[in-house]
């Protein structure tokens, strides 16, 4: 479960990690009130659970209470990719003199946490990776061993940061941010930026905050963070659907029968050089309600370019799924191409009755590596 910036530096708040005083607002007139109650400089940040919003225009600094309700009028109602602001976090400005970047991740490949620092913070962790890979200083933690402040000595030292009063006060926070990790049961705790103020001082200007859902039951005050309207709303509208739907940010929409089968077409959309768009199980079944279900999801992404259908016939009859997906193109009107790599019972009769019908949109594909390149192929 993801947390809402204001909801994560709560949690950093308990944990002793400084961060700005503020209050929530979903109105004009509660942004007003909040400046007042802090007075000074502050910023209006929209409250939406997907990064950027410093870019998109959902960050704004007002110099007073006038001000303050006019930047929330402005925020309030925006669309940031796809998530529409309703809540605003208000908080005392800060000056900044440094942007750096902190957090903590799994490395499943590692299967340990992984802490990563960087003096370039403020951008897209991704860009500095890229391009200027030396400066990002990264670390596993033993998850047994636990936290050993030589460990943020290290990491520290690895990020350069040279000033002894700030590798104090980032010392403290690599501390309390692993036990406010550790202890929340997080998936990912991002500060971008960390700041530095003119004075020197070192705090979480940001929070991105991910908890484990299976772990939410200890952590029943955290469970009641969770935002129903800010869900995305694709996967609200699949769960609706009754359709199995994760949304991922690609261009290759994607169909499979049963969630193994379709981890590894996800999987295999990518060694054939495509983003999948999604996840989407299309269950046991392959009727063709179900078809139609699943595609009027995928379909609904503007994102996706083309969608591969791979089906394995098990107890699902090929036949059957290939009958479903004649029967929900002639209810949809979809252009989009469509690979279907069909395999297992019933699987030729398949084929020969998407053959028979012919769709100019639909192409059938022998194997599922080579349904995956056409795929790939068509999603321009
Ligand atoms: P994001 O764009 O969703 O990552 O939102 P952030 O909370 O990181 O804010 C984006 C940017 O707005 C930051 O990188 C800062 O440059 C700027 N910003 C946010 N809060 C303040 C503040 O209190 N004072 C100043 N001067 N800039 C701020
Ligand atoms: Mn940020």
Known sequence: MDLHEYQGKELFRRYGIPVSEGRL????????????????????????LTGGRGKAGGVKLADGPDDAEQKARDILGLDIRGHVVRKLWIERASDIAKEYYLSITFDRGAKRPLFMLTTEGGVEIEQVAEENPDALAR?????????????????????????????????????????CF??????????????????????????????DDSALFR?????????????????????????????????????????????STVDVVVVAGGRPANFCDLGGGGDAQGVV???????RDPQVKSIFFNIFG?????DEVARGILAALDQMDISLPIVVRLDGTNAEEGRRILADAAPPNLHVEPTMLEAAERAVELAV
Do not use: W
């Not at 520290?156 to 690599?174: F, H, S, T, W």
């Not at 202890?183 to 908890?211: Q, R, Y």
């Not at 098990?314 to 090929?318: A, H, Q």
């Open 25 to 48: 607002a979903t109105t004009p007139e509660e942004a007003r009130a909040a400046a007042e109650d802090l007075g000074g400089q502050v910023v209006v940040k929209a409250q939406v």
């Open 139 to 179: 670390l596993h933690v033993d998850p047994l061993e636990g936290y050993q402040p030589y460990q943020a000595r290290r990491l520290i030292y690895g990020a350069r940061l040279a000033d002894p009063n700030e590798q104090k006060q980032v010392l403290a926070i690599v501390e309390k941010l692993y036990r």
């Open 182 to 211: 550790v202890e929340s049961d997080a998936m990912l705790t991002e500060i971008n930026p960390l700041i530095v103020t003119p004075e020197g001082e070192v705090k979480a200007l940001d929070s991105k905050f991910t908890v």
């Open 219 to 263: 952590h029943p005050d955290v469970a009641e963070m969770r935002d129903v309207e800010a869900a995305d709303p694709l996967e609200t509208f699949a769960r609706e659907k009754g359709v199995t739907y994760v949304k991922l940010d690609g261009e290759v929409g994607i169909l499979g029968n049963g969630a193994g089968l379709s981890m």
């Open 293 to 299: 279900d699943a595609l009027e999801v995928i379909t």
């Open 314 to 318: 098990g107890i699902t009859r090929c």
